[in-house]
């Protein structure tokens, strides 16, 4: 509205077709000067005021070691475990382990009754004997003549066979003392001493935890960041303060078609014991490592696809596009768009719009990020 408008309206009011009193005057009088002081103070509403220079914090772009890590999830494996069985039904004479004992190589964990193998191997051994004997004298014979060659072999058949049924009465003893194959931890004790048990039920599993083999998966599609000999790290949620280190030992040659994923198998050095067989442990696999030019994740703006940052020239912020890459450890690689050195502003960006005024707190830029 302008004051042109008001006056001709004020203008038609006080002209009419008859005379107009003077009380009738007043009140196109007092409208007209409400109007004008409202437009006044339009007027001065109207007026701009200066920017004030934003508070805010800036420091040089600096550098930073970014890598480029394969994360996964792994399942922890003994370096070598076994479920030892009853290999025959049979009565349990003897268990010579503890629950969650050490056991070592060719150490006796459980003995099966074996009254009747002994007593099979008893009477093969003497049939042996009783063969050997009679082998010899038929050969004695044959020496003087007395004895065909056909009653030798025949009697060395004899006593081969004697032999072997002995060997057979020795196996089947030894199949009932049930030995550990090699060292390691046994398993909690589930079957007592007289307990007849049937052929497969198991006894004991053993397992070697001395070093763990750590089963994960890794994309086809991250293949190339992969190879053996390389350095990884696990957390385990039972262990939140303690990092486990290890080497890919295996790469699967073959892709699941399922998944498009490939099975990674890595040893871990497990001299205390703390990792078990069954855990479930975070895996990272450093990849790569390279040093690039850094900001806080504060300093980044975001508008749809495109990243900005402010740089600070001459008190003023200049909104700068960028091209950034990973985000690590609070901070944000920058591929290209600026200059080491250069001025941003780390914190307030929310405050500023390109080319607003600026103030950097306590007046000098802090040191930027050095990694």
């Known amino acids: 509205m302008t004051h042109g408008y008001i006056l001709r309206q004020m203008h038609l009011l006080c002209r ?18 409400c109007l004008s002081l409202a437009l006044a103070g339009c007027g001065e509403n109207q007026e701009a005021k200066p920017l004030s220079a934003a508070l805010v914090e800036a420091a040089p772009i600096g550098s930073a070691t970014f890598s480029s890590n394969v994360e996964a999830v792994g399942t922890a494996l003994a370096n070598e475990q076994v479920v030892l069985s009853a290999p025959v039904t049979q009565r349990i004479t003897a268990l010579n382990f503890k629950d969650g004992g050490y056991v070592k190589q060719g150490q006796v ?4 009754a074996q009254g009747q193998e002994k007593a099979q191997l008893a009477a093969a051994q003497a049939q042996a004997l009783e063969a050997r004997q009679q082998l ?3 050969k004695a014979l044959k020496a003087r003549g007395f004895a065909t060659t056909a009653t030798f072999d025949q009697q060395v058949a004899l006593a081969n066979a004697a032999i072997a049924n002995a060997e057979l009465a020795k196996a089947s003893i030894g199949d009932r003392v049930i030995r550990a194959p090699f060292s390691g931890w046994a398993s ?8 007849i048990i049937s052929a497969g039920t198991p006894i004991a599993t053993i397992s070697d935890i001395s070093r763990i083999k750590l089963d ?3 994309p086809e599609t991250q293949l190339s960041l992969i190879r053996q000999g390389q350095p990884i790290r696990a957390a385990s949620a039972a262990w939140p303060d303690r990092p486990f280190t290890g080497t890919i030992a295996t790469i699967d040659p073959v892709v699941d078609p399922a998944t498009r994923a490939v099975r990674v198998r ?3 050095p ?5 990792l078990k067989p069954g855990m479930l442990l975070t895996v990272s696999v450093i990849a790569r490592e390279h040093r690039s030019l850094a900001v806080p994740e504060l300093a980044v703006v975001g508008d749809g696809e495109q990243r900005s940052i402010f740089i600070v020239q001459d008190g003023k912020a200049k909104r700068t596009d960028v091209r950034t890459g990973v985000r690590q450890n609070g901070l944000v690689e920058i591929l290209d768009g600026v200059k080491p050195g250069q001025i941003v502003v780390t914190d307030g960006v929310v405050k500023l719009t390109d080319g607003a005024p600026v103030q950097v707190e ?3 830029a802090r040191a930027g990020p050095t990694r």
């Open 188 to 195: 909690l004790r589930t079957v007592s001493v007289g307990a």
């Open 362 to 364: 306590g007046d000098k």
């Open 216 to 218: 994960f998966t890794v």
């Open 270 to 274: 497990n001299p205390d014991q703390a």
């Open 136 to 138: 010899d004298r038929i």
């Open 266 to 268: 890595a040893i871990l």
């Open 109 to 112: 964990i459980a003995t099966l």
């Open 16 to 33: 009419g077709p008859t005379p107009v009193s003077p009380s009738a005057m007043r009140f196109p009088l007092a409208l007209f000067l």
